[in-house]
């Protein structure tokens, strides 16, 4: 996976931790997901995946996709709009503490600036690939919710910015083969 992938992949769970904070959240499966957009380097990179991915024999390709789905993880297809999206698990007990999963990855840390009504704004921050971004989440219920974001990283000792806009929403109470992330 290139860094840039990796990057966007740390920053995805990074930025699903902070979700949970301003209301309750219903337990069970989420899909969580991210367009990247305003960073040339990060759009080459998806370009050339879904090259890849395309030029994949049909039973590889569908492997993958397999494999990758196995970790509730799917990548964006070519007219999808660039989105990449991830599946998560939210237990009982993780919505009753408002919690979403944490990411394990990167040495990340979520901070809730403030909460107005249905909007949150949050900070973040990696140390591995270093990291940050700031944002706000606008919830509607406790079944979804919309995000832009600002994202920071240094790259060849330069910084590089990037926008992300996303979107949550509940699926069903049943999570499937997906686990919950500890």
């Not at 706000?136 to 600002?150: E, H, L």
């Not at 330069?158 to 979107?167: A, K, P, V, W």
Request: glycine residues 10%; aromatic residues 4%.
């Amino acid at each position: 996976m290139s860094a840039h992938l990796r990057l966007l992949t740390l920053a995805l769970v990074a930025l699903s931790s902070g979700t949970a904070l301003a209301q309750t959240t219903r337990p069970g499966l989420w899909e969580v997901t991210h367009r990247v957009t305003g960073n040339d380097a990060m759009d080459s990179a998806m370009a050339q995946m879904q090259q890849q991915m395309a030029a994949m024999p049909p039973e590889q390709r569908k492997m993958m996709e397999e494999m990758m789905a196995r970790q509730g993880v799917s990548l964006p297809r070519a007219g999808a709009g660039g989105a990449m999206g991830m599946r998560v698990c939210i237990t009982p007990e993780m919505a009753a503490r408002q919690e979403m999963p944490r990411q394990t990855e990167g040495d990340c840390t979520t901070q809730v600036v403030s909460r107005s009504g249905n909007s949150m704004k949050v900070r973040f921050e990696c140390r591995n690939p270093p990291s940050s971004g700031e944002g706000t989440y606008t919830f509607q219920g406790d079944t979804g919710y919309t995000m832009q974001m600002v994202m920071k990283t240094v790259r060849n000792g330069r910084t590089e910015s990037m926008n992300l806009d996303g979107q949550g929403k509940w699926l069903s109470a049943d999570c499937g083969a997906i686990r919950p992330a500890r």
